[in-house]
């Protein structure tokens, strides 16, 4: 079993940065790709970045330029570096594991962008 912690959010002015951290325990297969996703209120989950083992990325448009995704493989770890934070980037931020067919979520982690 596959378990992923969240930590990192928070309220941060317009402009700002923060540094999300998902920290993976279990098994964890050299083929697994990791992900943030994000859900804003009323809105549908969606994805921001993802990361395979080999460290090959992509991103959503949105975030292009702004947000930097990583992977540590030797701990597990996989991090999400927010720069130059936009309102329109409040939201839960999950973490994701996939791996094997199967789908792993963290909990979730709140990110608000306001003055």
């Known amino acids: 079993q596959v378990q992923l912690v969240e930590s990192g959010g928070g309220l941060v002015q317009p402009g700002g940065s923060l540094r999300l951290s998902c920290a993976a325990s279990?098994?964890?297969?050299?083929?697994?790709?990791m992900g943030w996703y994000r859900q804003a209120p009323g809105k549908q989950r969606e994805p921001v970045a993802t990361?395979?083992?080999?460290?090959?990325?992509n991103y959503v448009d949105s975030v292009k330029g702004r947000f930097t995704i990583s992977r540590d493989n030797a701990d597990n770890t996989m991090y999400l570096q927010m720069n130059s934070l936009k309102p329109e980037d409040t939201a839960v931020y999950y973490c994701?594991?996939?791996?094997?067919?199967?789908?792993?979520w963290g909990q979730g982690t709140q990110v608000t962008v306001s003055s």
């Open positions: 994701k594991l996939f791996q094997r067919l199967r789908a792993y």
């Open positions: 279990g098994t964890i297969f050299s083929s697994s790709v």
């Open positions: 990361i395979t083992s080999s460290g090959s990325t």
